[in-house]
């Protein structure tokens, strides 16, 4: 019986140490998942950082564009008024002072409401 107990104590002692191996290769396993999982992770927020600085100068070139675009359409819209009143100032300057007064006149009498005119009405 004492060779029995012999054994079984092999036994058990063989089992622990096992066991011990087992429990020091997932400690090991634990410890490689999580560098991996920590390397992953440094990774991913690399990733994102330079998705956001991608953005970030993106964005900073479509304002440019669209800057740029305003002040086209500003310019072009400024240009447009002065061009216009450049004409209506070429078409005031050819009206000839008979015209003028008579317009003068006219204008006068709607004010004042003299008779036979549309201010007397």
Request: aromatic content about 2%; proline content about 1%.
């Amino acid at each position: 019986m004492a060779a029995k107990l012999k054994g079984e104590g092999a036994e058990a002692k063989s089992k622990l140490s096992r066991l011990l191996e087992t429990e020091v290769e997932l400690e090991s396993m634990l410890e490689e998942a999580r560098q991996e999982a920590k390397r992953l992770v440094e990774l991913a927020e690399a990733a994102a950082e330079d998705r956001v600085q991608e953005f970030e100068l993106q964005l900073e070139a479509e304002e440019t564009l669209v800057r740029d675009r305003i002040a086209r359409e500003r310019d072009q819209a400024i240009a447009a008024i002065r061009e216009e009143a450049r004409r209506e100032t070429d078409q005031l300057d050819q009206i000839d002072d008979a015209t003028v007064s008579e317009l003068a006149s006219y204008v006068l009498d709607l004010l004042l409401g003299r008779p036979g005119s549309r201010g007397s009405d």
